[in-house]
C-alpha cells in the first residue's frame, strides 16, 4: 500500500530530523500485555517530533503534493472532512493559525505526509513511551498528580479553539504536546484492541486482535491510556476527526544526532 | 403491568383448588389447566412471549423528549418499526451553581432523551457523535436482547453515526448508557437515560408522568467549590461522591424548576438510577407511594414509603396527591440530600384539605427538663392533707420548684424578669404593694400598661388558673419570701377565696 502513496521527497531529511528529539532506548512497561502478564517491551532507540505536525506544515505539504489537497484526495484514503477547517483546499483562511496542530487528517494522509519526510508514524508503543514522561522522569505514570492533569484535558470539551504547537514544557525528552493538544495518530492503531464493548474481557472474539485480547489492563489507575487506546479503536484509517492529528518518528541513522 | 388484585384473588381460589385436590385426589389434568390458566395471568412470559411478529405499517421516527418530561403513551396495537435518532454531546454545564462541569450526554442532556416503545417494536437505532467530541461513545440500552445492550455495534468516532437495529422483547423500564472504556468515566459524565418499552395493552392513564434519574458525580475539588471541576477517577473508584444529583443538576427540579401537579392528579414517575455506584432509596417526602413497580418490571408492590432504585436500574412509581403544598424528591441516605443535593420538589397546588392535613395547630410552651424535682410540692400537700397543717418552710420548699415549672420561664429564676418585657418580682414594688392583687394575677393574668420600680412594662401575662389554691399559695409564699424580699405568705384559703370571687378571662381554666 505504501507504494502506491505516491510522494514527492520533500525537504532534506536531515533538515527534517533537526525538529526530532532522541528517545529510548528503554523498557516500557506496557499497561497491555501481549500474552504474557507483564509486558516488557524493549524500546529501541528511536527519533519523535518534538512537536505535532502543523497547519502550515502541511500545507506545504499539499501544495506540492496536490493529490493530497482535499479537492483531489481519494476518498478510500481520506473521508468527507479531511481538512474541512481550511478556507479552501489551498489556504488556510483567517480563521486558521498556521501554528495550530493539524488536525482532520487520515491515517493515510498522516503516513504519506512523513513519508515524504523519510520518516514513518510512531508506533503506539513509543508514543506511549514517550508520553509517559513528565519534565523530570522519564516515566510519570505512578504520579496522581501528572494522571489528574491529563485527565483534566481529557475532560474538558473539544469546542474550544486550539492552542499553538510548542505552548506547552517540554517533557523530559524535550518533547512537547505530547498530553493536552490533540489525540495523534499511530502507525499501528489498528493492532489495538478494545473491543468496541469495553466489557468484552478476554471475549469470544480474541482471534481478531494482534495484540492481546480485549482489554486485561495492567494499571488500571492510568485510564488515560484506556481512553487514547479507546479512541484509536474507533477509527478507521480514512478516518479524520476535529481533535486528532499527529506527529512524525523515524529510526536513528547513521550520521544523524 | 398486570393489576395484582384480580390475580390474587384467582390465586387464592387455585390454591384451595390445589390443595383440597391434593387431599381428596382429584382429577389431577383439571388441575395443571387451571394452574396453566393462573400462569398466563400472573406471568408475561419473557421474551419467549414479545415476539408479535414483523412491523406493520410505515416506519415511525420517535419521538425523544428532555427530561423532566416523557413522550406521550403510545397508541397503537401492532408492532411497528421505530426509528430512534440520537445524538452524543459533550458539553460545559453547570453541575450547581457557580460549579461548570464537562459532561457526555446522549441528546444534550444529563439524563438523556427519554425513549418511549412498545413491546414488540423494530427499533432502528442511529447513534451519532458530534464532531466536536473529544472522546468515541456507543450505547448499551438494557432492552436490547444482544451483544453488549447494542455497545459493540455502536461504537462510533467523534463525526461519525453507527446505526443498528434489535426487536424490543422485553416490556419493563429501563436504564441506557455509554459502555465505552473507561465506562465508569462515562457514566459518571452524565451517558445514561432510560427507555421504556410498554406493555402490548399501554399504562393505565394518570394524570401526570415525569422522569427523574438519579446519578452521583465525582470532582477533584469539594462539593459547591466554584469554577470548572474535573472529573476524578480515584473518588470513582472508592465510591466517595462529590454529588448525588437527580437530573443532572443541583437546581435540575427545584424552584422554578420544580415538577407540578394538583390536588387530586395522580402521578407516575419513571425513576432511574445511572450511578455509576450508588444505590438510591428513593422516596417522596410528604406522600407515599400507592404503587411501585420495583426495578421497572411488570408487578406492583402497593403502599410503599422508599423503594430502592439499583445502579443501572429503575422504579416505577405512581402516587395520587391530595393536599396542597411542596412534596420533596430524595435520596433518603439522608446526608446524600442535604449535603450532596440529592432533593428535588413537586408542587401540589389546589385547595387546602385538612381533614387530611392541618398544618401547625398549636405551639405552646413546653419547659421540659426546668421542672425540677417536685417531691417537696407532694409533701407539703400531704402534710396539709394529714396534719391540716403545712409550714411555711414547706410552702417555700414546693413553691420554689412550682415557681421553676412554670414562672420562671418568663420572671427568670432569680426573680428579676427582662428588662422592659417581663416586670421583676424580686424588690418589685408593684408586687410586694399588695398580695390580694398578685393572687388575682396569677389566676386571671393581666393586660395593659403597668410601672414597677420606675420602669413601665406593657406585656401580656397570661391566666395561670390551671394552678391549684396549694400551688398558687406556695408560689406566691416562696416569691414574696426570696431574693431579699421581706416575707409573708399566702394561704390556700385566701387562693381559693379569690378565685370564686373572680372571673376567668374567656379562654383560662376553671
Known amino acids: 500500500m505504501m507504494v502506491l502513496l505516491a510522494v514527492t521527497a520533500f525537504a532534506a531529511a536531515d533538515d527534517f530530523r533537526g525538529r526530532m528529539a532522541t528517545v529510548g532506548p528503554g523498557e516500557f512497561h506496557s499497561v497491555?500485555?501481549?500474552?504474557?502478564?507483564?509486558?516488557?517491551?524493549?524500546?529501541?532507540?528511536?527519533?519523535?517530533?518534538?512537536?505535532?505536525?502543523?497547519?502550515?506544515?502541511?500545507?506545504?505539504?499539499?501544495?506540492?503534493?496536490?493529490?493530497?489537497?482535499?479537492?483531489?484526495?481519494?476518498?478510500?484514503?481520506?473521508?468527507?472532512?479531511?481538512?474541512?477547517?481550511?478556507?479552501?483546499?489551498?489556504?488556510l483562511g483567517p480563521d486558521v493559525d498556521a501554528e495550530q496542530p493539524l488536525i482532520n487528517v487520515s491515517w493515510f494522509a498522516a503516513t504519506a505526509y512523513c513519508e515524504a519526510h523519510g520518516a514513518r508514524l510512531p508506533r503506539w508503543y513509543e508514543w506511549e513511551f514517550a508520553a509517559a514522561a513528565d519534565k523530570t522522569h522519564a516515566d510519570a505514570r505512578d504520579d496522581p498528580l501528572w494522571r489528574q492533569q491529563i485527565l483534566n484535558w481529557y475532560a474538558t470539551p473539544g469546542s474550544k479553539a486550539l492552542s499553538l504547537v510548542g505552548q506547552r514544557a517540554e517533557n523530559f525528552y524535550g518533547i512537547q504536546d505530547l498530553h493536552g493538544l490533540v489525540w495523534e495518530w499511530v502507525a499501528d492503531y489498528n493492532a489495538l484492541l478494545v473491543a468496541d464493548d469495553n466489557r468484552e474481557q478476554g471475549g469470544a472474539d480474541k482471534l481478531k486482535f494482534c495484540g492481546a485480547g480485549a482489554i486485561s489492563m495492567e494499571r488500571k489507575e492510568d485510564y488515560a491510556v484506556l481512553m487514547r487506546v479507546a479512541m484509536l479503536s474507533s477509527l478507521e484509517a480514512a478516518y479524520t476527526t476535529q481533535n486528532l492529528g499527529f506527529r512524525c518518528a523515524a529510526d536513528l541513522s547513521e550520521g544523524s544526532q | 403491568?398486570?393489576?395484582?388484585?384480580?390475580?390474587?384473588?384467582?390465586?387464592?381460589?387455585?390454591?384451595?383448588?390445589?390443595?383440597?385436590?391434593?387431599?381428596?385426589?382429584?382429577?389431577?389434568?383439571?388441575?395443571?389447566?387451571?394452574a396453566a390458566q393462573e400462569r398466563a395471568l400472573l406471568d408475561t412470559g419473557g421474551s419467549a412471549a414479545g415476539d408479535f411478529g414483523p412491523p406493520v405499517g410505515e416506519p415511525i421516527v420517535a419521538t425523544l423528549t428532555s427530561p423532566p418530561y416523557v413522550p406521550p403513551p403510545i397508541n397503537r396495537n401492532t408492532p411497528a418499526k421505530l426509528i430512534v435518532n440520537l445524538e452524543v454531546r459533550e458539553l460545559d454545564m453547570p453541575i450547581s451553581e457557580g460549579v461548570m462541569y464537562t459532561f457526555w450526554t446522549f441528546g444534550g442532556t444529563v439524563p438523556g432523551s427519554f425513549i418511549r416503545v412498545r413491546q414488540g417494536d423494530t427499533i432502528e437505532f442511529h447513534l451519532a457523535n458530534h464532531p466536536s467530541s473529544k472522546m468515541p461513545h456507543n450505547i448499551d440500552l438494557h432492552a436490547v436482547t444482544g451483544s453488549g445492550g447494542g455497545a459493540s455495534s455502536s461504537f462510533t468516532a467523534p463525526g461519525h453515526e453507527s446505526q443498528f437495529t434489535f426487536k424490543a422483547l422485553n416490556q419493563g423500564l429501563f436504564v441506557y448508557h455509554c459502555a465505552t472504556a473507561p465506562v465508569g468515566m462515562h457514566v459518571a459524565n452524565g451517558m445514561y437515560g432510560l427507555i421504556l418499552v410498554e406493555p402490548p395493552g399501554g399504562l393505565p392513564p394518570v394524570d401526570r408522568e415525569y422522569y427523574v434519574m438519579q446519578g452521583d458525580f465525582y470532582t477533584v475539588g469539594k462539593y459547591r467549590e466554584k469554577g470548572h471541576q474535573a472529573f476524578d477517577m480515584q473518588k470513582a473508584i472508592e465510591e466517595n461522591a462529590t454529588y448525588v444529583l437527580f437530573n443532572g443538576s443541583e437546581g435540575a427540579l427545584?424552584?422554578?424548576?420544580?415538577?407540578?401537579?394538583?390536588?387530586?392528579?395522580?402521578i407516575r414517575l419513571f425513576v432511574g438510577n445511572g450511578g455509576p455506584n450508588l444505590v438510591s432509596s428513593f422516596h417522596v417526602i410528604g406522600e407515599?407511594?400507592?404503587?411501585?413497580?420495583?426495578?421497572?418490571?411488570?408487578?406492583?408492590?402497593?403502599?410503599?414509603?422508599?423503594?430502592?432504585?439499583?445502579?443501572?436500574g429503575s422504579a416505577i412509581t405512581e402516587f395520587r396527591v391530595e393536599v396542597p403544598g411542596t412534596l420533596v424528591i430524595v435520596d433518603h441516605s439522608i446526608f446524600r440530600a442535604f449535603n450532596k443535593g440529592a432533593l428535588g420538589m413537586i408542587k401540589v397546588d389546589g385547595p387546602e384539605n385538612l381533614a387530611v392535613y392541618t398544618g401547625k395547630e398549636v405551639d405552646s410552651v413546653y419547659l421540659g427538663d426546668k421542672v425540677k424535682d417536685l417531691t417537696v410540692v407532694a409533701e407539703a400537700t400531704t402534710a396539709y392533707s394529714t396534719t391540716g397543717e403545712v409550714t411555711i418552710a414547706q410552702q417555700i420548699a414546693a413553691g420554689e420548684a412550682l415557681f421553676a415549672g412554670t414562672c420562671s420561664v418568663c420572671h427568670q429564676l432569680d426573680g428579676r424578669g427582662l428588662a422592659t418585657v417581663f416586670p421583676p418580682l424580686a424588690g418589685a414594688d408593684f408586687f410586694l404593694a399588695d398580695t390580694t392583687r398578685?393572687?388575682?394575677?396569677?389566676?386571671?393574668?393581666?393586660?395593659?400598661?403597668?410601672?414597677?420600680?420606675?420602669?413601665?412594662?406593657?406585656?401580656?401575662?397570661?391566666p395561670m388558673s390551671q394552678l391549684n389554691d396549694d400551688e398558687i399559695a406556695d408560689i406566691l409564699t416562696y416569691s414574696l419570701n426570696s431574693w431579699g424580699n421581706d416575707g409573708g405568705r399566702v394561704t390556700r384559703e385566701e387562693a381559693a377565696e379569690r378565685r370564686a370571687s373572680t372571673e376567668r378571662p374567656p379562654g383560662a381554666a376553671h
Open chain 2, 288 to 312: 407515599i407511594f400507592d404503587k411501585v413497580f420495583t426495578e421497572g418490571g411488570t408487578h406492583y408492590q402497593e403502599n410503599v414509603q422508599t423503594t430502592l432504585v439499583p445502579a443501572g
Open chain 2, 254 to 266: 427545584v424552584g422554578d424548576n420544580a415538577l407540578s401537579a394538583n390536588t387530586g392528579e395522580t
Open chain 2, 438 to 462: 398578685a393572687i388575682d394575677i396569677v389566676l386571671n393574668g393581666l393586660v395593659g400598661p403597668i410601672t414597677v420600680n420606675d420602669q413601665s412594662y406593657d406585656s401580656v401575662m397570661p
Open chain 1, 32 to 91: 497491555i500485555p501481549e500474552g504474557k502478564k507483564d509486558a516488557v517491551i524493549d524500546i529501541p532507540v528511536f527519533q519523535l517530533d518534538q512537536r505535532p505536525v502543523t497547519n502550515g506544515e502541511f500545507l506545504d505539504f499539499t501544495n506540492a503534493n496536490p493529490q493530497w489537497q482535499r479537492s483531489n484526495a481519494v476518498r478510500l484514503f481520506v473521508d468527507a472532512s479531511y481538512l474541512s477547517h481550511w478556507e479552501t483546499a489551498i489556504e
Open chain 2, 1 to 34: 403491568m398486570k393489576n395484582r388484585r384480580i390475580a390474587s384473588s384467582a390465586t387464592i381460589g387455585v390454591v384451595l383448588f390445589l390443595t383440597f385436590g391434593l387431599i381428596s385426589g382429584a382429577l389431577p389434568s383439571r388441575v395443571s389447566a387451571a
